[in-house]
């Protein structure tokens, strides 16, 4: 067996280096790495060139044409039989081709999701974020996201990926759910919540509005292309719209009495602790397990940051189901 790693970049020249020291010191194994500069306005690949003895391979794209595009450039000129994708701000484990090399052995299998974590523990934002992401990745284990593959940490075997049709370049902000559906109906997609990648995370609250808007913007238009009789998608939108449904009904009833606006307001206080309460004990659970420090600057943030994000990404979503267009957005880039 047989992988290739594919890094699309752009304008990473502050973190591609971190990135491919911790590729190229990976075990050796049948491998291969090769970065898309998708024409990076830094020094980008400069700093990749400076890897090229150590069997990197470079691509340039002339034009930017979004992370699918990159992709698909960097599939043409992969050998391997597995095709593994990661961000050029990511870190890897020394053990990750062995965890995606076992989830292989099992019969039916075309492709393997891995969790991520933040790597700017420092910023307490994006450490809230990392936790927060981590109870929804370790402990529920993606029940409650679209599908299990993440472009920052996924596997899939070539021959699969392009029976699929290959990265889908109009499937900006979330051509990995969706190459995670249709995989779905050639294979097993499997999900290593031990497999574990440190990637960059906003640092603001600007920055964590507009990722989780852009996530449900893209989402929107492909729930409005075909709407997905799954459950579990569901749930968190249906939830966060009940909560603020239940809001508008609590505040609208106060004028009549407490007999009246009781009810929506015990609804919405339930409501609530299960989007924010919730995730503080279980929080500080990942942080005892994990051994991270600053319990008094992180918690705090778990009680406000599961609204934000999700406010974000179900107005994305209802944009992106009433009106939205692919050329609305520039291709996705992290940034």
């Not at 809230?128 to 992401?133: N, P, S």
Request: hydrophobic content about 45%; aromatic content about 10%; glycine content about 8%.
């Amino acid at each position: 067996m047989k992988f290739s790693i594919l890094v699309p970049a752009y304008n990473e020249e502050q973190a591609i280096s971190s990135c491919l020291n911790s590729l190229t010191s990976l075990p050796d194994t049948n491998t291969e790495i090769i970065v898309i500069d998708d024409a990076s306005a830094d020094r980008t690949s400069q700093n990749v060139e400076k890897f090229l003895d150590k069997g990197i391979l470079l691509i340039k794209r002339k034009k930017n044409g979004g992370r699918a595009a990159a992709l698909n450039s960097g599939l043409q000129k992969a050998t391997g039989n597995v095709i593994i994708t990661t961000d050029a701000d990511t870190i890897v484990p020394s053990n990750w081709i062995q965890r995606f090399t076992s989830c292989f052995e099992q019969q039916g299998v075309v492709a393997v999701g891995g969790a991520y974590q933040a790597n700017n523990k420092d910023k307490p934002l994006s450490h809230a974020a990392g936790i927060l992401d981590q109870i929804l990745n370790g402990v529920f284990k993606k029940s409650l996201i679209p599908n299990k593959l993440s472009g920052v940490n996924s596997a899939v075997l070539k021959e699969a990926l392009l029976k699929s049709g290959g990265f889908n370049e109009n499937s900006w902000w979330s051509e990995d759910s969706e190459l995670g559906w249709k995989l779905g109906k050639l294979g097993k997609v499997v999900y290593d919540p031990k497999n574990i990648v440190s990637t960059q995370y906003p640092d603001t609250w600007s920055g964590i509005w507009r990722r989780k808007f852009y996530w449900g913007y893209a989402m929107g238009m492909k729930f409005r292309e075909q709407i997905p009789f799954r459950i579990n998608l569901w749930i968190r939108p249906l939830l966060f719209m009940a909560l603020f449904i239940s809001l508008l009904t609590f505040l609208g009833t106060i004028p009549f009495g407490t007999k009246v606006f009781l009810i929506p307001c015990l609804i919405f206080l339930i409501l609530l602790s299960s989007l924010t309460i919730l995730y503080v004990p279980l929080g500080a659970i990942v942080m005892v397990r994990n051994g991270d420090p600053g319990f008094l600057k992180t918690l705090p943030l778990l009680t406000i940051l599961p609204i934000v994000r999700e406010f974000a990404y179900i107005y994305g979503m209802c944009l992106g189901f009433c009106k939205g267009r692919v050329g609305s957005i520039k291709p996705s880039w992290k940034k």
